[in-house]
């Protein structure tokens, strides 16, 4: 097996002085070509900033990210533009849609600003997969919160990236649409031998994953692998607390009124907004 992400002492801290936030405190761990990877743990843990800082959308305090062995952080703002737009399909956890443009405009921009052709046929199959036909030509705001996640989702998928970052992306969306999203992605990510980390509160998408990598206080508070290589006792406790931390996580989520978890105006502005699609495709066309 190959490589393919390193995280190296990763540390990020937001803002300074007495408001000072340590998001992530020293995370390192690294990751196979084509794992998938469930991250969980409680509201306000770090997560969305840890995908945020593999993603390239932001640069660490501290630490460094490699992918394919190369430092990402290295590189100047334009180039990691270029990486974002081509090496990973980040799906965030408050969509980022860019309210202007439709359904198939958000989901093809990354492939357009790259100045690349729009692969009409996996454009078209993954507007079908998603249950989007009819909605093309509609913007974010005329979508329901479900149907702006799955645009996200397409989006992030359009380029098939080596990489796939999904913060909680089945979080607005019932039982029978988050299957079926997750089976999207699993399949995706067994097909393209996509590497595939998902963010999730959901104990059944983290009982699906390979490995889970529970975050607590910006800290890894556990890191395992579990299925197929280890049947038995192991995987019978390794499961059950998942269920357990997945259900503190989402307990929590819901009880923190005005928290980092509580559900927000989808694809309006705010800090996730201007960090997020605003930059996360600008920069030179190469
Ligand atoms: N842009 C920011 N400026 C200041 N503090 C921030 C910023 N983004 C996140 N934080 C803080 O960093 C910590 C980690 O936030 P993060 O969004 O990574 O948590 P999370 O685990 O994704 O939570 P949730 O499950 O609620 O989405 C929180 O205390 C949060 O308030
Ligand atoms: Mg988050």
Known sequence: MMQILSVEHLGKVYGRGDTAIRALDNVSFTVEAGEFIAIIGSSGSGKSTLLHLIGGVDRPTSGTVRVGGEDIFSRSDEELAVFRRREVGLIYQFYNLIPVLNVVENMTLPVLMDGRRVNEERLGALVRTLGLTGREHHLPNQLSGGQQQRVAIGRALMNAPAIVLADEPTGNLDSKNSAEIM?????????????????????????????????????????????????????????????????????KTAGTAGGTGAPRPAGLGGAHFSTGAASAWAGVRR
């Open 183 to 251: 089976q999207l992605l699993r399949r995706s990510n067994r097909k393209l031998g996509q590497t595939l980390i998902v963010i999730t509160h959901d104990e059944d998408i983290a009982l699906m994953a390979d490995r889970v990598i529970a975050i607590e206080d910006g800290r890894i508070a556990r890191d395992e692998r579990q299925g197929a290589a280890r049947r038995g006792d192991e995987t019978v406790r390794t499961a059950s607390r998942v269920r357990r931390t997945a259900a503190t996580g989402a307990a």
